[in-house]
């Protein structure tokens, strides 16, 4: 088995399940149309790659259906009637029709020694860790893993000066900053600077760094612009087969 980056922004689970004529279900109770709206709505929008919205069996709350579930929000909502449609959507889509929207990754961690500390979070929390990288020309190389369902990343640094380096002997181990993943990051940062945010560092890396199978673009935000945390926004495009 292995972890996979989350294919859907979002997902909306429908609860379209009949029963006989008579017996609480949501199917009955008109749930069928209201997923067929929803993902004809999700079409016309061309949020169908991003959102997904998904029909499901029994979600054991058939008294009180139709029943609706909203992730990565963790909503649920029940006796959902047609006329509830246009709420679900300015509750839970309309955000998506932002020019530059972004979705919690991941946080990175400084540590001084990386084993150690991937030992400490295999063996005592369970973590699931993904194969360690290495940044080049910045001295540090970073271990991605994900545990109970959060996402982190412990950095460290190699031989050399470097931005982790520095951190390490300022600040000591801990919370380096928290990150985002954007689809397009000239957007989001036109939007931040609309917002009056000053980026504080961009890295574009040549082409053929690759880190998690992937070519990233990254922009910063400082920490006295981030209420202490150093906020870091990251596009992150898979390599084709072609690349
Ligand atoms: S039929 Fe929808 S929750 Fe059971």
Known sequence: MQPLPRPYRKAIFVCVNER???????????????????KARMRELKLNKEIRVTRTRCLGLCEVGPNVAVYPEGTWYSAVKPEDLEALMARHVA?????APIRGDRVGLVVADLEKAKEFYENILGAKFRPTEEVPGQAFRYAPFEVGGFSLELLSPTDGDGVIRRFLESRGEGVHHISFRVDDLDATIRQLEEKGVKIAARLDYPPEVIFEGCRWREAFLH???GFGVLIHFAEVKRLSPSD
């Open 223 to 225: 920490p006295r612009d």
């Open 20 to 38: 006989e004529p008579g017996k609480a279900a949501c199917g009955n109770r008109g749930s069928v149309a209201l997923f067929k709206e929803l």
């Open 95 to 99: 955000p998506f029709e932002s020019a």
